[in-house]
């Protein structure tokens, strides 16, 4: 079984993906998974400060060839791992082929060593966040009710629909007021995406709003206890539990495990 690859995406920036990355990653640790997280927000990397750790190379060092993937690779608590991106990779779209080879060949070097591949990417519509999307097995969108973050889920997912398939395309309600209102959220932009695209977005669950949930930030306190009494907990575990069965994983991409995800690098 390859490693599986999650990518969390999201229209506006905000919205709540790096601490659903977070949470994710803890829960699956949990389950004895080996998660990697690779922290494809370029600009603003920031998954190591949940995690109070300093990072000293990332992908720009792997580049530049002054350091190996591995070298990049953070333990940043039991069963989860960070490779960091760094602001020096801002059009890994527009790598040089050495470059992408350099990538691909450091990636798959990892293949086997972890369950699950999560990554963290930055917000909006680059030519970068749909080049992963295009890669990953399991796409995720998180969104907010407000405003701003319908209209903008709504455009990242038009504008991914023009050029992939949408098998396996999430969209995922976050600080919602009670599970009923995060199906309800889910169904107003699926109608939208039914009727526009012509395409059904899938569901998975929903995130409420909830302090202890967004507490992984604060470095002071055990990661493990902060989740396991917070209210979004038992609908991560919900939304891992899904994670955990899905089909895309067993798809001929999601067989491919590691290479799929370089695939979209390369072609
Ligand atoms: N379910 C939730 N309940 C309460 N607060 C939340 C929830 N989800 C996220 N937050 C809070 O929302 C803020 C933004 O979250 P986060 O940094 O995860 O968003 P992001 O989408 O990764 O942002 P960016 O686009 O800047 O990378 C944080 O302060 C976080 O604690
Ligand atoms: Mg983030």
Redesign the pocket.
């Given at each position: 079984m390859g490693t599986r690859v999650v990518g969390i995406a999201?229209g506006?920036?905000?919205?709540?993906?790096?601490?659903?990355?977070?949470n994710l990653a803890l829960q699956l640790a949990e389950l004895r998974k080996k998660v990697l997280i690779f922290d494809a927000?370029l600009g603003?990397a920031?998954v190591h400060l949940a995690f109070s750790k300093r990072i000293s190379n990332n992908l720009s060092d792997v580049i530049d060839g002054t350091v190996s993937l591995e070298e990049t690779i953070v333990g940043l608590s039991e069963g989860i791992d960070l490779i960091p991106g760094g602001s020096g990779v801002a059009n890994i779209a527009d790598l040089d082929e050495i470059s992408v080879s350099s990538i691909v060949r450091a990636f798959s070097a990892l293949e086997g060593q972890y369950d699950y591949l999560l990554v963290?990417m930055?917000?909006g519509i680059s030519t970068q966040v749909l080049t992963f999307l295009s890669c990953v097995h399991l796409k995720i969108v998180?969104g907010t009710n407000e405003l701003g973050s319908i209209s903008d889920a709504y455009s990242l997912i038009k504008v991914h629909s023009k050029h992939q398939n949408m098998e396996g395309l999430v969209y995922l309600p976050?600080?919602v007021s009670s599970s009923k209102a995060g199906k309800k959220l889910f169904e107003s932009i699926n109608y939208v995406t039914t009727k526009f695209l012509k395409k059904d977005l899938e569901y998975i669950g929903s995130?409420?709003?909830?302090?202890l949930?967004?507490?992984?930030?604060n470095s002071s306190e055990p990661k493990r206890v902060i989740t396991s009494s917070s209210n979004?907990y038992s609908e991560l575990t919900a939304v891992v539990s899904k994670i955990e069965k899905h089909s895309a994983f067993n798809s001929e991409e999601g067989s491919k495990g590691l290479s799929f995800f370089l695939d979209g690098f390369t072609s």
């Open positions: 999201s506006k920036g905000g919205v709540g993906k790096t601490t659903l990355i977070v927000d603003m920031n963290d930055s917000a998180v976050n600080r995130i409420s709003e909830d302090a949930y967004s507490r992984v930030w979004a």
